[in-house]
């Protein structure tokens, strides 16, 4: 459990998902420890993933409770951190570049790849605001299907293809129920002073503050 927890810690950092996936994998964890059976604070060593019964024989592990508390100290330090993170940051896409190149890798039409991967490598430094971002991230999307259209994956390359349009449906589903008001034509008139003030990528923390000034 630990160490998953800091592994969606780690995915989050180099931006393979995106901020509110790391905070939804975290949360649905965290919500699953509380209503697993402990045994003076230490949880048993093996449970039944669908029930969450502890399985016989029970047993507990002092020396796994520090790891575990090890690894809850760190993802502490990263929740606390992302408070301050821009919403959208440019490790989505170096994130998504890893990916398309473990893509490349698995097909033998790697040009139209290569590519578009170079695209986004020449494209996103430029991007200075997360509207930018958004749309840039929607127009790669609508080439990457268009390039879809002449590969032909086997099952091991289609995983990875999945995995490129799941990282960019992601971000979109990230900005989106972060800064709605870029999805509407014009944000309503008493918003418009509070929205001025936003940087062009807000952190998290700003956000949070126009949400409760709304």
Not at 35 to 54: I, K
Not at 122 to 145: A, M, R, W
Not at 168 to 187: C, D, M, R
Request: aromatic residues 10%; glycine residues 6%; charged residues 20%.
């Amino acid at each position: 459990i630990g160490l998953s927890l800091l592994s969606n810690l780690t995915a989050y950092d180099f931006g393979y998902i995106t901020l509110l996936q790391f905070i939804e994998r975290t949360g649905n964890t965290i919500s699953t420890m509380h209503q697993m059976q402990r045994y003076r604070g230490h949880f048993y060593n093996w449970y039944d993933t669908g029930s969450l019964v502890p399985l016989y024989t029970r047993y507990i592990s002092s020396v796994d409770s520090w790891n575990l508390a090890g690894h809850l100290l760190t993802l502490k330090q990263g929740l606390l951190r992302i408070i301050d993170n821009k919403i959208v940051s440019q490790s989505f896409f170096t994130g998504l570049c890893d990916t398309l190149s473990v893509l490349t890798e698995c097909i033998d039409q790697k040009e139209p790849l290569l590519k578009f991967r170079l695209d986004i490598e020449e494209k996103y430094p430029q991007l200075n605001t997360v509207g930018e971002i958004k749309d840039y991230s929607e127009q790669l999307e609508t080439s990457f299907i268009k390039i879809l259209i002449d590969l032909e994956p086997d099952e091991q390359a289609g995983t990875w293809v999945q995995k490129v349009l799941l990282q960019l449906s992601e971000q979109k589903k990230n900005i989106h129920s972060l800064v709605p008001w870029l999805f509407y034509g014009t944000a309503p008139a008493k918003f418009e002073n509070l929205l001025r003030e936003l940087p062009a990528v807000p952190t998290l923390k700003q956000i949070t503050l126009i949400e409760q000034l709304l």
